[in-house]
């Protein structure tokens, strides 16, 4: 992008930021004044030299390593994901064990049941009063859980329960999680002890400085793995080295994993909380509906229309939730009966959509990645004046991967950080939708198309499908494997201005409708294909 469009969309940024933050700190309400004293030691962890560093400086020096101190944001799942990639990569001849903050230091026995396989999830979850004590999803933490059972590695439960959160009782809760794990290292002093806990802990005074006080003869290395901390990510995004720079490093054994925006994890955290005032709530909303989730997904609206140069108003859509009943009444009486057939499968498999004609947006999960995709969808939509969302098949296969691809493309100006699923991410998600088949059907129709694609940029000649699937919705999983494919293109060729702005609202514009749509497609195939992504796709089966 131009150096003028960039100040524009880090403006933007800093302007989302700032919402979230308010509103979090809304819903947080009022906090005790000591605790702006412990959050400034962690925000003064980012001042000075940070310079790009490399996944295998970071692997090398956690492999040497006496404790990783890994940050956790709990309400973000991609925190916690995190350490479980970098626990899969760390292969060492030393005792692995893993620490975890989740849990409450006196429920040790419980984990030590359920890590053996002695005890339910159930019943763990009740015994160590996970919703009452923790009440962060259990989803985010589990994988780190079974991969302990894989490995057969040991697990320290960490947590002391504090009723107030307090500059006091965060002390205390340092102080305890350090006496487990000198003790425990002192018992097993070859290990390496990998720890996940709270990001604002991992401050030099806090819970490193309380490790180094209680083995005061030995010299402990220390590694910490922070994560997508706003300071550092700014100061790359002024410099146009937001999507270039994964790992940051520091003195003092610091590093820094950007693996997502900022205001990605802050937007999670907003969701989560707004979920727990909803509970927590002793009458429910006077509509029944809960947590309105049409302010978010307006402000990834306004986000976008922003970043492609104009002004949008967005107050007719509707936001649904799979616990929104009146999503039902409203497709009765609004769509045909083969419609609801093919819009009651893509409910029924966890699948996003917008439905222009009706304003709908129907949210299945409540995740940055699926609202800004409906985002994008939206004023994609209002861009070229189409009020279709092609669901007949095959009669309209290549606007579906067209409003796929867009939708993508347009939520990577919310999450750069956003990749393609892998193949082998999608033959999981289709064995787990479609059982019957394992998503086999979906698959072959993709790898069917992107052929016929392939042939086309390089000889120019159109070739006919040569398979067809036997269920219409097929035609809907196949068009979000390509579309994710072909928004990713996209986004590549807008990021290295091979697409100027005015270009690609012109790109945005063109209405699916129109009779030449498949031959502007397949301009578009062309324009964007790379030898190197074919290569990529081609080597994931």
């Known amino acids: 992008m131009k150096r003028h469009n960039h100040q524009q969309w880090l403006k933007a940024r800093r302007q989302l930021m700032h919402k979230i933050r308010l509103q979090v700190a809304h819903l947080l309400g009022a906090q005790p ?78 984990l030590d049941l359920y890590i053996a396989g002695e005890l339910s999830e159930e019943n763990f979850l009740k015994r160590v009063r996970w919703e009452e004590h923790w009440g962060f999803p259990w989803s985010y933490y589990k994988p780190l859980l079974n991969l302990a059972r894989e490995r057969g590695l040991y697990v320290l439960a960490l947590n002391r329960l504090e009723v107030q959160r307090t500059l006091k009782g965060l002390s205390r809760r340092d102080q305890h999680a350090a006496r487990i794990l000198v003790d425990y290292k002192g ?35 220390i590694v910490r793995v922070f994560q997508n901390v706003e300071e550092l990510y700014f100061r790359l995004a002024a410099k146009g080295l937001e999507t270039q720079v994964e790992v940051l490093q520091a003195s003092r054994g610091r590093f820094c994993v950007m693996g997502s925006p900022p205001w990605v994890k802050w937007q999670s955290y907003l969701i989560y909380l707004e979920q727990a005032f909803d509970r927590d709530l002793e009458d429910p909303d006077e509509d029944g509906l809960g947590v309105d989730y049409t302010d978010h997904i307006h402000s990834l609206i306004q986000l976008i229309a922003g970043d492609l140069g104009f002004k949008l108003k967005s107050y007719d859509l509707a936001v649904y939730l799979p616990s929104d009943e009146l999503i039902y009444s409203s497709l009765e009486s609004s769509v045909s009966a083969p419609e609801r057939r093919l819009i009651q499968h893509l409910m029924a498999n966890d699948r996003s959509f917008y439905l222009p004609q009706m304003g709908v947006l129907y949210l299945s999960r409540e995740t940055i990645n699926h609202a800004a995709t409906l985002a994008g969808q939206y004023v994609h939509s209002k861009l070229n004046g189409s009020q279709s969302w092609f669901w007949r098949q095959p009669e309209e296969f290549y606007q579906r991967i067209w409003v796929e691809a867009v939708g993508f493309f347009l939520s990577k100006l919310v999450n750069h950080k956003r990749k393609a699923d892998s193949v082998r991410d999608l033959k999981a998600q289709l064995a787990a939708s479609q059982p019957k088949d394992r998503g086999r059907d979906s698959l072959l129709l993709a790898l069917d198309q992107r052929l016929s694609e392939v042939i086309y940029v390089y000889s120019g000649r159109r070739r006919q499908s040569k398979f067809s699937p036997r269920q219409k919705s097929n035609y809907f999983e196949a068009a979000k ?10 986004y590549l060729s807008y990021r290295a201005q091979r697409i100027g702005p ?22 578009m195939v062309k324009r964007l294909e790379s030898q190197s992504l074919l290569s990529q796709w081609m080597e994931g089966l």
């Not at 799942?77 to 005792?95: E, I, N």
Request: net charge neutral; glycine share 6%.
């Open 481 to 490: 494997i390509l579309g994710g494919m072909m928004g990713e293109r996209l």
């Open 187 to 221: 018992r097993h002093p070859e290990s390496l002890i990998y720890v996940v806990y709270g990001d604002l802990h991992l401050a030099s005074p806090h819970l490193p400085q309380a490790l180094r006080d209680l083995s005061p003869k030995d010299k402990l290395d």
């Open 33 to 110: 004044e000591d605790l702006g004293e412990y959050s400034g030691a962690y925000k003064r962890e980012f001042r000075g030299r940070w310079s790009p560093g490399s996944r295998e400086d970071l692997m090398l020096s956690i492999q040497k390593a006496d404790f990783v101190l890994g940050a956790d944001f709990h309400a973000f799942s991609q925190a916690q994901r995190t350490h479980l990639r970098l626990l899969r990569r760390l292969h060492s001849p030393r005792p692995l064990v893993l620490a975890l903050e989740c849990i409450e230091s006196r429920y040790q026995q419980e």
């Open 502 to 523: 005015d270009k690609l609202l012109k790109i945005l514009a063109k209405n699916p409708e129109d009779k030449d749509f498949a031959e502007f497609y397949l301009s």
